[in-house]
């Protein structure tokens, strides 16, 4: 399992993006599927002291979508990542700047799709990166 982390602060509040790829496929069965999660977490300490606050998911992906040439299947791929990510975020409530600031680190990893990614189940055509 792999991971990064990329530090963010609100509120005086030091707080974590932590990068997991996860095999989909631990068995070892056929080829594996690497799942790339992203979590917001707190690192300050909790009481007890021993304690962290558990760490939240915002969204997951497989890398393969993200590495695809065809484009309309990646788009709505990372379309349907950002609905997540967009639906924790609301129910976090978070000052719009450090919901940004949120958003803009998520995208340096999985980019938002262009405003029609959702009409990929409609034209079914597979369109390839020129």
Same mark, same amino acid.
């Given at each position: ?15 974590n993006? @932590?990068?997991?790829k996860?095999d +989909? ?5 056929? /080829? #594996?599927?690497?799942? =790339? ?36 299947? @990646?788009?709505?791929?990372?379309? +349907? ?5 967009? /639906? #924790?975020?609301?129910? =976090? ?38």
């Amino acid at each position: 399992m792999w991971s990064s982390k990329t530090h963010l602060e609100h509120a005086g509040e030091p707080m974590n993006l @932590r990068w997991v790829k996860k095999d +989909l496929n631990p068995a070892g069965r056929g /080829k #594996k599927h690497l799942c =790339l999660i992203v979590f917001l977490e707190q690192t300050r300490h909790l009481t007890p002291p021993s304690r962290k606050a558990a760490p939240i998911q915002l969204g997951a992906i497989e890398e393969r979508y993200l590495k695809t040439n065809v484009y309309t299947v @990646r788009y709505f791929m990372q379309g +349907l990542f950002w609905v997540k990510v967009e /639906k #924790k975020l609301d129910q =976090l409530n978070l000052e719009p700047a450090y919901r940004n600031d949120i958003e803009r680190k998520v995208s340096q990893k999985v980019a938002r799709p262009p405003v029609d990614w959702a009409l990929w189940g409609i034209t079914c055509v597979p369109r390839f990166d020129p």
